[in-house]
């Protein structure tokens, strides 16, 4: 049973991805503990200082709490009896420091999709996503889990995918695709390349260890432009941290899907 941290905001990017995580419990079990920080300017300053700050601020605190627990109440109706955690503060550090506490599985936000990438981009650049030890669930859409879950990555970050993925899911009957790029920014259209036999072998050993098999293995070579229509039907994709404006980050950015970010591990 893993531990999941879900950041919930009061508005439809949160309500997406609440729903997303129920879905998701089908093929991952968890707990899952709401976190919830207000906004404090959005009502702007209080006047004074002291006792009247003190109980302005807990006034925020309150409300904050019964919008969050009417929306978990309303999404999330079978986890109703954990009660939410309204932490006020800077976002990001409150994360991390709850993520450090308590030592989740992985975090869950929701950020819907736009064919404008600079939120995203602005999402990889946060002090979040570059200081996270565990894999971040980014919903985008909310799509029917039969959909399956494709990996996305290259030669060199499969091994670290395959790690995260055996580890977050533990059901058999998860059949992954795996999606290798190459990119060539002069190649405005995908080509599909022949396999690596060595790799593609490896990939499957690894699967095989664990009791699992694996979906269809592609490599194609791309901009991230043309390779964009190959990563658009399934209901998951797994992909390293990418650097942000880098090509798998831009190829990630037109991508409907949600994402699983994994951070590197190294492996042996």
Not at 12 to 22: D, G, P
Not at 53 to 68: G, K, L, M, P, Y
Not at 108 to 124: A, C, M, N, V
Not at 143 to 160: A, F, H, W, Y
Request: proline fraction near 4%.
């Amino acid at each position: 049973m893993q531990d999941v941290l879900i950041s919930l905001q009061t508005d439809l990017a949160s309500s997406i991805a609440i729903r997303y995580a129920c879905q998701l419990e089908k093929l991952v079990r968890f707990t899952m503990q709401v976190l919830h920080i207000p906004d404090m300017d959005e009502t702007g300053h209080s006047h004074g200082s002291g006792w009247v700050h003190e109980t302005w601020e807990n006034a925020i605190v309150q409300q904050a709490r019964e919008d969050i627990a009417k929306l978990v109440q309303k999404e999330l109706f079978h986890y109703s009896t954990v009660e939410p955690k309204i932490i006020p503060g800077e976002r990001d550090l409150v994360i991390l420091e709850e993520i450090r506490q308590k030592k989740y599985d992985f975090f869950i936000e929701g950020l819907l999709h736009s064919f404008e990438p600079d939120r995203f981009f602005q999402k990889l650049d946060s002090e979040l996503y570059r200081s996270l030890s565990c894999p971040a669930l980014l919903v985008k859409n909310l799509v029917n889990l039969d959909r399956g879950i494709q990996i996305v990555g290259t030669k060199e970050t499969v091994p670290s995918l395959l790690h995260w993925f055996f580890k977050v899911f533990d059901n058999p009957a998860v059949d992954p695709d795996i999606l290798l790029c190459h990119f060539e920014t002069s190649w405005e259209e995908a080509v599909f390349m022949e396999n690596d036999t060595v790799l593609i072998s490896d990939i499957e050993s690894d699967f095989l260890k664990q009791g699992k098999t694996v979906g269809k293995i592609k490599t194609v070579k791309g901009s991230p432009d043309g390779l964009a229509l190959l990563v658009r039907d399934h209901a998951l994709v797994i992909s390293a941290y990418p650097q942000s404006q880098s090509d798998m980050a831009h190829l990630l950015s037109m991508s409907p899907c949600s994402i699983l970010f994994c951070p590197e591990f190294k492996i042996d």
